[in-house]
Structures are given as C-alpha cells and as structure tokens.
C-alpha cells in the first residue's frame, strides 16, 4: 500500500519524559559543525597549512556563525520584538536562527582573521572564502534536519505522496517537507565543492568555489521560500519573503565571484 502522506510526530527532545534536555537540533548542529571541521583541516592540512590554523579558524568562524545567525533572526524576522525585548536576544534556545545573519558576519570574521593572521601562515581573504565554501553546507544540511525534527520551517499545503502532517503543530493537512528538500539541497551542494576541490585543488580560480557556494545555496533557498509558510506575520502578502529578498544580494555575489577576473589580490 502507498501512502498518501507521512505523519510526523517525532519528540523534538533526544530524552523525553528525562531531566535531560537535549534536542535532536542542538545534536545535528554540533554534528554538522564538526563534520565542517574535520572536511576543512582535511583540506588545510593537504596544503601543508599548521593545524593551528584550522583550530584558530574554526573558534572564529563557529562564534561568528552563532551571533550572526542569532542576530539575523532577531533583527531581519522581528526586529519590533526584540529592540522591545533586548535581553531576550541571548535566549538562544528559545529558537530563532537566520543563516542569512551568517552569511553576513562569516565574511567580517574572515576578513578579520585574514588581516590578523595574514603573514603568520600565509593566506588571504579569498583563499579562505573558498575553503570555507566546501565545508559550511554540511552544518547547513544537519541545520535543516533539525528543524525537521523541531517540527518548524515547512511548507505550504500538498498532494504530493511525501506530504508530511506535523501533528505536533496541529495540522491536519500534508505540507511540503521544505527542511528536506533545503537539506538534500545543501549536501548536493557539498558533494560538487568537494569534488570540484578535490580533482582541482589549488588549480582553481580564486574565489570560484566561494562564488559556487553563494550562487548555489541562495539560489536554491529562493526558488524554496516559494512553497514555505511565511515564518513571521509581516511576510504575508509579501511577493517576496523576507528570505528571498535577503538571498538575492548574495546571488548576484556569487555570479560575480565565479565570472570575475583571476586575481589573488584580495
């Protein structure tokens, strides 16, 4: 027998009924985050670079990833709220992470880091955009999963047979898994950067897997929002979501990333 839908009821806690709060979210996001690690030094260390970079590398960019995400969320989704209610933006685990905050922060903190450690181990901006290009959509994949897991972030109304009823919202309806399809999105993504890395190496043009991974993972978060519920009230009647309108200055960054002139000034 086929299904028409799939019920999805799943108890966003890894220990329910326990003292232990702990939820499959926080899991994947360290999983996927040490998946990132571990992809990049593999990557550092085939160029010869210190495993210090790596660590160095990794403490920046994982606390840039958080405040910004946070942030982004706070002030792109309901900034009205939050100015209200400041104290509340340390709340993480209350939920509220935007990976367009990321997107924003991520660059400052390599800009910053390049500058610091710049002639200590011989590197650039753009080397290190690019590197951090093939590892970041794996943390990105596990994100996903774990929204799924929280029950949050799906789509509209479907007839699909892989409709999921999110019962511990209340719905009735079979919606479109959106964590899934931005999910398979990101790790498609990873698996064309690290190919494109590992058959070409230091032979590609600067700044062409960083503009791969802008172009790529925005582009597929636009066309996505189309069949998302608006996350906050004000998207409603909104021809473009917040999303989309926040992920197309990133595509055109990659367009110009990946067509611009050989250089390895920045």
């Known amino acids: 027998m086929i299904l028409d839908y799939i019920t999805w009821a799943v108890d966003p806690r890894i220990f329910p009924n326990t003292g232990i709060h702990v939820r499959w979210y926080g899991l994947f996001y360290a999983i996927g985050l040490y998946l990132a690690y571990m992809v990049i030094g593999w990557m550092l260390k085939k160029e010869g670079k210190s495993e210090k970079l790596t660590d160095a590398l990794a403490i920046w960019v994982i606390v840039a990833a958080i405040v910004g995400a946070r942030l982004g969320h706070c002030f ?27 997107a924003v922060t991520i660059p400052i903190a390599l800009f910053l880091f390049a500058r610091k450690y710049k002639t200590q181990y011989n590197i650039n901006l753009m080397w290190l955009f690019d590197r951090l290009a093939v590892g970041i959509p794996l943390p990105a994949f596990f994100i996903r999963m774990g929204n799924l897991m929280n029950s949050e972030i799906y789509g509209v109304k479907t007839t699909l047979p892989w409709g999921f009823i999110f019962e511990r919202n209340g719905e009735t309806l079979p919606k479109h898994p959106t964590q899934i399809y931005e999910a398979m999105a990101y790790l498609a993504i990873f698996v064309v950067l690290f190919i ?12 062409l897997l960083a503009g791969l991974f802008f172009f790529l993972v925005f582009t597929a978060r636009f066309f996505i929002e189309y069949i998302k519920n608006p996350q906050v009230d004000f998207e409603i009647g909104m021809p473009l979501y917040m999303g989309q309108l926040l992920s197309l200055p990133l ?9 611009r002139k050989k250089t390895t000034s920045l």
Request: cysteine-free; aromatic content about 18%.
């Open 76 to 102: 792109f989704y309901e900034p009205s709220y939050y100015l209200a209610h400041p104290w509340e933006i340390l709340m993480i685990w209350k939920g509220g992470l935007a990976s367009h905050g990321a």
């Open 196 to 207: 494109l890395y590992k058959r070409k190496g230091k032979e590609i043009k600067p700044g």
């Open 251 to 259: 595509i055109i960054i990659g367009i110009w990333l990946i067509f």
